[in-house]
């Protein structure tokens, strides 16, 4: 899934109320996983459910 939303580090670290270097940090991290990928603007999520987990959204399973 791509998001069509162009944002700089800087942007997204503006728009989170964190710091260029969280977002650096935050984003690399789920690159390593092999979560999200990035480049020229746009950030593809390539494992949801994976970024879910990550992000303590996940759902038990009824």
């Given amino acids: 899934m791509r998001i069509d939303v162009n944002l700089?580090?800087?942007?997204?670290?503006?728009l989170t109320a964190s710091t260029t270097h969280t977002v650096?940090?935050?984003?690399a991290q789920l690159r390593n996983d092999e979560i999200i990928t990035t480049g020229c603007s746009q950030t593809?999520?390539?494992n949801m459910a994976r970024l879910r987990e990550a992000?303590?959204?996940?759902?038990?399973?009824?």
């Fill in 8 to 14: 700089s580090q800087s942007e997204f670290a503006a």
């Fill in 24 to 27: 650096h940090k935050a984003l």
């Fill in 44 to 46: 593809s999520i390539e």
């Fill in 55 to 62: 992000a303590l959204l996940s759902v038990p399973a009824a």
